[in-house]
Protein backbone atom coordinates (compact mmCIF):
# COMPACT_ATOMS: atom_id res chain seq x y z
CA UNK A 1 0.00 0.00 0.00
CA UNK A 2 2.85 3.01 0.94
CA UNK A 3 4.73 1.97 -2.40
CA UNK A 4 1.50 2.38 -4.21
CA UNK A 5 0.63 5.64 -2.22
CA UNK A 6 4.19 6.80 -3.21
CA UNK A 7 4.27 6.16 -6.94
CA UNK A 8 0.57 8.17 -7.14
CA UNK A 9 1.66 11.10 -5.10
CA UNK A 10 4.62 10.83 -7.63
CA UNK A 11 2.74 10.46 -10.55
CA UNK A 12 1.04 13.24 -9.91
CA UNK A 13 3.83 15.76 -8.91
CA UNK A 14 5.49 14.79 -12.39
CA UNK A 15 2.04 15.74 -14.10
CA UNK A 16 1.87 18.79 -12.24
CA UNK A 17 5.80 19.60 -12.53
CA UNK A 18 7.89 20.77 -15.08
CA UNK A 19 7.47 17.32 -17.24
CA UNK A 20 10.31 16.00 -20.17
CA UNK A 21 13.13 18.56 -20.79
CA UNK A 22 13.70 17.80 -24.49
CA UNK A 23 13.70 15.43 -27.07
CA UNK A 24 16.35 12.75 -27.50
CA UNK A 25 19.50 14.87 -29.07
CA UNK A 26 22.22 13.65 -26.27
CA UNK A 27 24.14 10.38 -27.70
CA UNK A 28 25.28 8.36 -24.50
CA UNK A 29 28.94 6.71 -25.40
CA UNK A 30 29.17 3.12 -24.43
CA UNK A 31 31.49 3.31 -21.17
CA UNK A 32 31.27 7.19 -21.26
CA UNK A 33 29.41 9.18 -18.72
CA UNK A 34 27.07 12.03 -18.76
CA UNK A 35 25.82 14.50 -15.69
CA UNK A 36 23.15 16.47 -15.72
CA UNK A 37 20.74 18.07 -13.41
CA UNK A 38 16.72 17.07 -13.24
CA UNK A 39 14.24 19.39 -11.61
CA UNK A 40 12.28 17.94 -8.83
CA UNK A 41 9.04 15.75 -9.95
CA UNK A 42 10.44 16.22 -13.75
CA UNK A 43 11.42 14.01 -16.21
CA UNK A 44 14.74 13.67 -18.88
CA UNK A 45 14.04 11.83 -22.52
CA UNK A 46 17.52 13.80 -23.88
CA UNK A 47 19.24 11.05 -24.39
CA UNK A 48 20.05 7.73 -26.32
CA UNK A 49 22.70 4.62 -26.93
CA UNK A 50 23.20 3.05 -30.14
CA UNK A 51 23.87 -0.34 -29.99
CA UNK A 52 26.21 -2.18 -32.83
CA UNK A 53 25.11 -5.47 -34.43
CA UNK A 54 27.96 -7.23 -32.64
CA UNK A 55 26.98 -6.40 -29.22
CA UNK A 56 26.32 -8.85 -27.34
CA UNK A 57 24.56 -6.90 -24.17
CA UNK A 58 23.52 -3.56 -22.67
CA UNK A 59 24.34 -1.64 -19.80
CA UNK A 60 22.83 1.55 -18.59
CA UNK A 61 22.87 3.37 -14.89
CA UNK A 62 21.86 6.12 -13.27
CA UNK A 63 23.60 7.57 -9.89
CA UNK A 64 23.12 10.48 -8.29
CA UNK A 65 25.35 12.83 -6.18
CA UNK A 66 22.65 14.90 -4.13
CA UNK A 67 21.77 12.83 -1.60
CA UNK A 68 17.90 11.31 -0.47
CA UNK A 69 16.22 11.68 -4.09
CA UNK A 70 14.74 9.14 -6.10
CA UNK A 71 15.50 8.45 -9.78
CA UNK A 72 14.03 5.49 -11.92
CA UNK A 73 16.03 4.67 -15.35
CA UNK A 74 13.62 3.72 -18.47
CA UNK A 75 14.85 1.79 -21.73
CA UNK A 76 12.82 1.91 -24.98
CA UNK A 77 14.21 0.32 -28.58
CA UNK A 78 13.72 2.06 -31.64
CA UNK A 79 11.17 4.91 -30.38
CA UNK A 80 11.71 7.22 -27.52
CA UNK A 81 9.11 7.70 -24.88
CA UNK A 82 6.61 10.34 -25.85
CA UNK A 83 7.25 13.85 -23.72
CA UNK A 84 3.76 14.68 -24.34
CA UNK A 85 0.23 13.05 -24.42
CA UNK A 86 -2.02 15.66 -26.45
CA UNK A 87 -0.02 18.46 -25.41
CA UNK A 88 0.34 17.59 -21.72
CA UNK A 89 3.63 16.10 -19.53
CA UNK A 90 2.44 12.46 -19.14
CA UNK A 91 2.06 10.82 -15.64
CA UNK A 92 5.21 8.50 -14.56
CA UNK A 93 2.61 5.42 -15.00
CA UNK A 94 2.06 5.87 -18.53
CA UNK A 95 6.22 6.24 -19.09
CA UNK A 96 6.88 3.13 -17.34
CA UNK A 97 4.11 1.29 -19.38
CA UNK A 98 6.16 2.66 -22.44
CA UNK A 99 9.14 1.29 -21.83
CA UNK A 100 10.60 -1.95 -22.40
CA UNK A 101 12.18 -2.20 -19.37
CA UNK A 102 12.64 0.08 -16.14
CA UNK A 103 14.84 -0.12 -12.75
CA UNK A 104 12.33 1.58 -10.13
CA UNK A 105 13.17 1.70 -6.59
CA UNK A 106 13.11 4.07 -3.59
CA UNK A 107 16.82 4.72 -4.62
CA UNK A 108 18.85 7.77 -6.50
CA UNK A 109 21.35 4.48 -8.16
CA UNK A 110 19.33 2.57 -10.91
CA UNK A 111 20.76 -0.05 -13.24
CA UNK A 112 19.56 -1.64 -16.03
CA UNK A 113 21.45 -4.81 -18.23
CA UNK A 114 19.64 -6.59 -21.26
CA UNK A 115 21.30 -8.85 -23.79
CA UNK A 116 20.21 -10.96 -26.36
CA UNK A 117 18.01 -13.55 -24.62
CA UNK A 118 15.86 -10.89 -22.79
CA UNK A 119 12.00 -10.59 -23.23
CA UNK A 120 13.10 -7.69 -25.69
CA UNK A 121 16.07 -8.76 -26.71
CA UNK A 122 19.36 -7.05 -27.60
CA UNK A 123 19.34 -5.90 -31.15
CA UNK A 124 21.53 -3.09 -32.85
CA UNK A 125 20.07 -0.17 -33.34
CA UNK A 126 19.01 3.11 -31.24
CA UNK A 127 17.37 2.70 -27.57
CA UNK A 128 16.26 5.23 -26.02
CA UNK A 129 16.81 6.15 -22.27
CA UNK A 130 14.23 8.04 -19.85
CA UNK A 131 15.45 9.23 -16.27
CA UNK A 132 12.50 10.22 -13.76
CA UNK A 133 12.80 12.41 -10.53
CA UNK A 134 10.68 11.51 -8.16
CA UNK A 135 11.98 13.44 -5.52
CA UNK A 136 11.12 16.75 -4.15
CA UNK A 137 14.61 18.29 -5.09
CA UNK A 138 16.81 18.78 -7.97
CA UNK A 139 19.07 15.77 -8.54
CA UNK A 140 22.22 15.92 -9.93
CA UNK A 141 22.83 12.67 -11.61
CA UNK A 142 25.34 10.75 -13.83
CA UNK A 143 23.91 8.67 -17.09
CA UNK A 144 26.57 5.97 -17.96
CA UNK A 145 26.51 3.14 -21.04
Do not use: H
Not at 20 to 31: E, M, N, R, V
Not at 117 to 134: C, D, E, Q, Y
Request: net charge negative; glycine share 6%.
Amino acid sequence: MGATRITLLAASLLALCGGAQAAPSIPLQSGAAQSFALPPGAFTNSYYIDVAEADQSLAIEVESSTSNVDLDLLLRYGSPIPDNVDGIAPEASYLIEYAQYFSQSPDDNERLVIGRSNRFPLRAGRWFITVLNFSNVAANATLKG
